[in-house]
């Protein structure tokens, strides 16, 4: 019996085709998601395409598939690091006015009061305590406090003269 070299009789797989090797006869590459084979071997750098004498195509890219579903969130991650300090706001508006406060302490020098019968003498004003309500106490040593009032038995203000 005479035997007879028939040559490669089976396809090779070689990968992704590359512009720099070499294909024999019946090997298979991927090229643009098609596969192919060599039916004459090409010259070195002849890509694959479907109307080449050189390649066969075994398997073509079919069209691009509708998008699948989203899938289910992820889990939530680490809490992050605290960020840098901001910078100082600006200034706020001014506030409303307060309420006035009560009226103050006359601050009259008990050197200047001098009273005369039913009337108080200070500085050269003369305040009947008929006719303004006033009421004098002494406290605390040499400290005599004065009180107005605008009817009988009703302080509106006070002061404290004090020598």
């Known amino acids: ?7 490669r009789i089976i ?5 992704p085709w590359s512009r720099t090797k070499q294909y024999e006869k019946l090997d298979v590459v991927t090229f643009e998601a098609s596969s192919y084979i060599v039916n004459i071997v090409p010259p070195i750098g002849v890509a694959p395409s479907d109307g080449s004498f050189f390649w066969i195509v075994m398997a073509i890219a079919g069209a691009t598939g509708a998008a699948g579903a989203a899938g289910a969130a992820g889990a939530a991650g680490p809490k992050g690091d ?3 300090k901001g910078d100082t706001g600006i200034s706020g508006l001014p506030g409303a006015a307060g309420v006035p406060g009560p009226e103050g302490y006359l601050g ?3 050197s200047d009061v001098v009273i005369e019968n039913e009337t108080i003498l200070l500085d050269d004003m003369e305040h009947t305590l008929e006719e303004n309500y006033y009421t004098l106490s002494m406290s605390y040593g040499n400290t005599l406090v004065l009180t107005r009032s605008h009817t009988p038995g009703s302080a509106a203000a006070s002061g ?3 020598g």
């Open 82 to 84: 605290t960020g840098d």
């Open 108 to 110: 009259i020098n008990l």
């Open 11 to 15: 396809p090779v797989n070689k990968g």
């Open 160 to 162: 404290i003269l004090s």
């Open 1 to 7: 019996m005479t035997e007879q070299n028939l040559g």
